[in-house]
């Protein structure tokens, strides 16, 4: 498969028709251009200026349930479903604020630390990342479930060579198509997250022109479009311009994080195998 992503699961995403006769996008099934359901937003009053990480995961946590819910899938007694609270539109994103300090973090620890109470990557006070505080009580909300006991979430990095260009599409396409809650590290002079909902492809040119993403830092409600540039000679996707009127000039796409949860782990090691294939993994600390 190439960058051009020939052959899609239909069934699995939605398709929008944009104003070029050549682009097409392709979203996480059951999302749609500035879908707002999944896009809670900071307060920025001291305890969440830096949770950007934790933020992502909520949203992805949210799609994820309700997609299980929507097939049947019991979500366990007391597991906060994303309802809004006097604070947040999300009661998701308020656990992560009630419970973690406000710092940098992993969006893996975020998913990992939901499901089944496990932080692979512990952080650091010293170094202003973000740890449980004392005495928190949330998290390990679906242990004991199948979904807690295989892969949970699988961190990628994009390659800094020539395959980069062609890894990004196949990777997004793979994802979307097996139906994973995505967020993606971006980085600039300082490293920020955001959640992925899909994509924009020129079929004419061949080539990926931008990505769906929502930004809990921005005031735009909702999924966006950002336009999505390669450089040659950094060997790096970089974004730019975007419709919710926030420019991204500066910052380049790092790696990617699949919200992954499926039942038995054998079957999840299938599942992620293709992104395996597509990114060499490397963990990052945002």
Known sequence: MNIGIKTFAFAAVSLLALSSSYAYSVLLAGTYAGDARYDAKKLFDGNDDNLCWAFSASNGIKYWQDMK??????????????NPTASYSSDIAQTFVDNWTDGGGEERNGFEWWFSGNIPEPGDPEDEDSVLKPGATGGSYWQGTPYASGEISMEISMSRDASAYSELGETIDEAITAGYALTCG?????AHAITLWGYEMDDEADRLTGLWICDSDNSYLGSFLVDLIWN?????WYLGESTSGTSYDG????????LVAVPEPSLAAALVGALALAFAARRRRV
């Open 69 to 82: 819910a929507a097939s049947g899938v019991s979500v366990p007694y007391g597991t906060p479903l994303g």
């Open 186 to 190: 971006i980085y600039s002079e300082g």
């Open 232 to 236: 040659d000679a950094e060997m790096l």
């Open 251 to 258: 910052w380049y796409l790092g790696d990617i994080t699949a």
